[in-house]
């Protein structure tokens, strides 16, 4: 069944930015009707007939949102640096799914002085980092295994999220430079805040109420 022009498309995030930010949508009484977790499906219905939910990647939310298909989307503020976002806007701190964007480099190790080769999967992020800091850089694109560049000489340093660090201890790696702090955000595009404002506002309204009584 298509949705009618009235109904709010929420473009969720997989894996675990869903498991955090459902319960807080859940407290601001949206709920989908089938568990996300078990179910193969894409698309879900909600206990309110004008909202449903899509499960995507992190990484697709912002298209889904600037092209229209989705209302309001939940992805990671480094997806949102990294994707650069200009028709969009960032409506909320969901404040869960933290973690840090860092560089970081074999253990003990001096960067080489001049050009240093930087893997990352974050290559907007990367370029304009090291371009504030004046420094020029060969970047190298990953999509995974970022530890492996450095010990195998592929790259000086990398430029990757880190949670509890273990991962780059665990390859002999050690955080250098601290880049940004990260969460899930709520972003909307500025036509479905022109056309569904009356809809999106309570929305964001309980979401906020939802995550301040999370923090307490």
Same mark, same amino acid.
């Given at each position: 069944?298509?949705?009618?022009?009235?109904?709010?498309?929420?473009?969720?995030?997989?894996?675990?930015?869903?498991?955090?930010?459902?319960?807080?949508?859940?407290?601001?009484?949206?709920?989908?009707?089938?568990?996300?977790?078990?179910?193969?499906?894409?698309?879900?219905?909600?206990?309110?007939?004008?909202?449903?939910?899509?499960?995507?990647?992190?990484?697709?939310?912002?298209?889904?949102? $600037?092209?229209?298909?989705?209302?309001?989307?939940?992805?990671?503020?480094?997806?949102?640096?990294?994707?650069g976002?200009?028709?969009?806007?960032?409506?909320?701190?969901?404040?869960?799914?933290?973690?840090?964007?860092?560089?970081?480099?074999?253990?003990?190790?001096?960067?080489?002085?001049?050009?240093?080769?930087?893997?990352?999967?974050?290559?907007?992020?990367?370029?304009?980092?090291?371009?504030?800091?004046?420094?020029?850089?060969?970047l190298?694109?990953?999509?995974?295994?970022?530890?492996?560049?450095?010990?195998?000489?592929?790259?000086?340093v990398?430029?990757?999220?880190?949670?509890?660090?273990?991962?780059?201890?665990?390859?002999?790696? $050690?955080?250098?430079?601290?880049?940004?702090?990260?969460?899930a955000?709520?972003?909307?595009?500025?036509?479905?805040?022109?056309?569904?404002? $009356?809809?999106?506002?309570?929305?964001?309204?309980?979401?906020?109420?939802?995550?301040?009584?999370?923090?307490?």
């Amino acid at each position: 069944m298509q949705p009618s022009s009235d109904t709010i498309t929420i473009a969720l995030s997989k894996g675990r930015p869903l498991k955090e930010t459902l319960p807080l949508f859940a407290a601001a009484g949206i709920e989908p009707l089938e568990d996300v977790h078990t179910s193969r499906k894409l698309i879900f219905e909600t206990n309110r007939p004008d909202v449903r939910m899509i499960i995507i990647r992190s990484s697709d939310v912002p298209t889904y949102v $600037e092209y229209g298909v989705a209302d309001l989307g939940v992805t990671g503020k480094d997806v949102l640096m990294e994707y650069g976002a200009q028709d969009m806007y960032e409506l909320l701190d969901l404040n869960v799914s933290r973690c840090k964007l860092m560089t970081a480099k074999i253990k003990g190790e001096q960067l080489p002085p001049g050009k240093i080769k930087v893997a990352s999967k974050f290559i907007n992020v990367a370029r304009r980092y090291f371009a504030n800091q004046g420094r020029q850089v060969e970047l190298i694109k990953l999509y995974g295994g970022m530890e492996l560049a450095p010990i195998m000489n592929l790259a000086d340093v990398i430029v990757d999220i880190v949670d509890t660090g273990n991962t780059l201890r665990a390859n002999g790696l $050690e955080t250098d430079e601290f880049i940004a702090d990260i969460s899930a955000r709520v972003i909307a595009s500025r036509l479905a805040l022109k056309m569904k404002d $009356e809809k999106i506002k309570p929305i964001i309204e309980m979401l906020a109420n939802a995550v301040n009584n999370n923090g307490n």
